[in-house]
């Protein structure tokens, strides 16, 4: 580029590329500059961008994104500098927030820069905006929210106590810095306090949004892995690829009849010039990229072992799917049973299992760690940015707007009968059964719960058990009628788990799963492991005592079962 810029000396955006280009060069730390080069290249870029204001200054667009990219970069050159040029970054600013249009990434962008100049006041007008208008609200809401506690504990803004309290009648409590109802002598001190609260809740509910998060992306990926291999009935639906029972039964089903049809010769040479084994991994490296856009895996020290492990279940693996492979090369010799060792062996669950096991721990562990809100907003926008990128369902969804936006339609129903089971049909135990669980429940939903604050067990029989059930949508009576207890979430996190007589079904942010049988649930100290990767956990939840009463249901339903 230096050899042509001759060439393009009137060419505005010639400028902005080689400015851009100078700042990549000196900020990636893989290129194995030194510090002197490094330098080189940042002052290059400081030229460049100097180069772009001075032609630009006739700009006649109401909107041009180029130019705000421009302000927005050179303004992270600026903010390297020993002595930070305040007034050229907010004349940039300004810049950056007159071009972006409704460009609401950059106007995020513009919030943080005015915050790290100390320009606060500034920047609470264009959080404000961005909380309004929805966007990226939970980590705006934590930064707005923070401002608004600061100057009422400075004293700075007689109006912030106000401003506060309407901000958390319109988000979730959980995205807000907490608001002392009056300010102490030690306004220090006090801060300080309100920071070592908000930490320890926000670790909390961010362990839970990354869990939540990895939850969603394993699923996506257990979709694409099990469509790798053609599926003979068309237009199926994502959930026969599920890895649950009913969708393993179906996948069988369809499968068996289309080997056993006419067309079954024919069906096999599908399967074999699929090459299930090589997309296979292809697709595991496609989410091994993916999960590089987290912070927290990509430089974390466990990441080429954790990859290792995936390795060498592959390679555990290859000797059986060539195997396989062979006989799909002989007539009629793959049948429903090779189909099932794929299922069992080269299955996305039995290659990435321990993967992701490890994953999670680190997620948790990692979080804990945190000891600033700088690197808690830095996490916070890592997961959000994860989420949009994967196309992931929004995290920390607002309660009180999605009351508001609910809609009357059958694909809405809070909970649709077949989360009771697909094929469970089983009424072999009478009221005398029902009621021995009922009364294992009240015996001990005491020792369950250990904040009513925060969750409660709503227990058969209660009025709030009735109550519940009028203020959510339900299809006719038979979910009710087979629900014994309701451990209910009130935090944003909204993570309910029905008690029913066959089993236990999560429900996260009014969308319920399947249903698991009791002796499916299995004890891992913080959480209960619902079948991978479905976990249920909650801080104020007593998981022990509540594993005790599930393996004490279980016992009662197989019991029952058994005419004992």
Known sequence: MNSIKDNFEAYLPFWYFMGHTAKYIAEDKSNGLNDEARNYFLYNAKRHFEKFDSLNSYNILREDELTASFALEYIDLLLLEENTDNEKITDLINIAIKMAGNANDIIELCAVAYLKIGETTKAEKLLAILVNENFNTAANAKLLSRIYVSEFLKGSNPLAFTKYGILASRVASAWLFPMPDEKSNDIILQDYELQKRYMADQKFFMQKEYLDAITQFIEKYIILFNRIIPFPVENVSDDCFLDTEEAHMQRHQDIYDALKSDRGNEYRNEIRDSGFRFRSVELINEMLNALDGLQFFRENISKEYMILLIRKNITKASKDMKNIQDKLNQDGAFSVADYEKIQSIFSFRSLTKEFFDILQEIFISEIEKIDSLDKMDNAEFDIVQFCNDQNL???NHNNAKAIAKYEESSENDYIPLDVIGKYEHDESFGKATFDKMLAAIQ??????????????MIVRGDLKFEL??????????????????????HSFVDSDLFITCDGVVPVKHSKPSTLRNFDRVEYKGKSLSLGWPEEYSNRYVNIGNLY?????????????ASGK
Not at 468 to 489: C, E, H, P, Q, R
């Open 468 to 489: 519940y059930f009028k203020n959510v949508k339900l299809k006719g009576d038979a979910f009710k009628s087979k629900t014994l207890a309701i451990i209910d979430n």
């Open 393 to 395: 369902s929004e995290r």
């Open 548 to 560: 005790d009463l599930i393996e004490t249901l279980g016992k009662i339903r197989n019991n029952a």
């Open 443 to 456: 015996k001990v939903s005491e020792s369950i719960i250990e904040d009513n604050n925060q969750v409660e």
